[in-house]
């Protein structure tokens, strides 16, 4: 098919996985304007009703891991970098909101 990825390319994988994490909040929005985070479309954990506004949600920690991984910051330089240059970006109507995830495992 020509939306799938190749089996052999994780890369393809998460670009894939990526897409598919951006456009199912774009449905689930039902044509409402969203505000993404370019290049975090894999910390996005779902959406959010505000004031009747469809917010995408981010996973703070997962934001941090990519800063870690992706442009090889350490942590404390990723959690000042994701406080002063996206978080204090996003203060208008519209803008996303930001959670810790707890960690919870089910067994």
């Given at each position: 098919?020509?939306?799938?990825?190749?089996?052999?390319?994780?890369?393809?994988?998460?670009?894939?996985?990526?897409?598919?994490?951006?456009?199912?909040?774009?449905?689930?929005?039902?044509?409402?304007?969203?505000?993404?985070?370019?290049?975090h479309?894999?910390?996005i954990?779902?959406?959010?009703?505000?004031?009747?506004?469809p917010?995408?949600v981010?996973?703070?920690?997962?934001?941090?891991?990519?800063?870690?991984?992706r442009d090889?910051?350490?942590?404390?330089?990723?959690?000042?970098?994701?406080?002063?240059?996206?978080?204090?970006?996003?203060?208008?109507?519209?803008?996303?909101?930001?959670?810790?995830?707890?960690?919870?495992?089910?067994?």
């Open positions: 098919m020509k939306d799938e990825p190749r089996a052999g390319n994780p890369l393809g994988r998460q670009v894939h996985d990526q897409v598919m994490l951006r456009q199912a909040c774009v449905d689930a929005a039902g044509g409402e304007p969203l505000m993404f985070i370019d290049g479309d894999t910390a954990v779902g959406l959010v009703e505000v004031d009747g506004e917010r995408v981010y996973d703070i920690e997962a934001i941090v891991h990519e800063l870690m991984r090889g910051m350490d942590s404390d330089g990723a959690v000042e970098f994701l406080e002063y240059n996206v978080m204090a970006a996003c203060f208008s109507g519209g803008s996303p909101l930001f959670v810790h995830s707890l960690g919870w495992a089910s067994d």
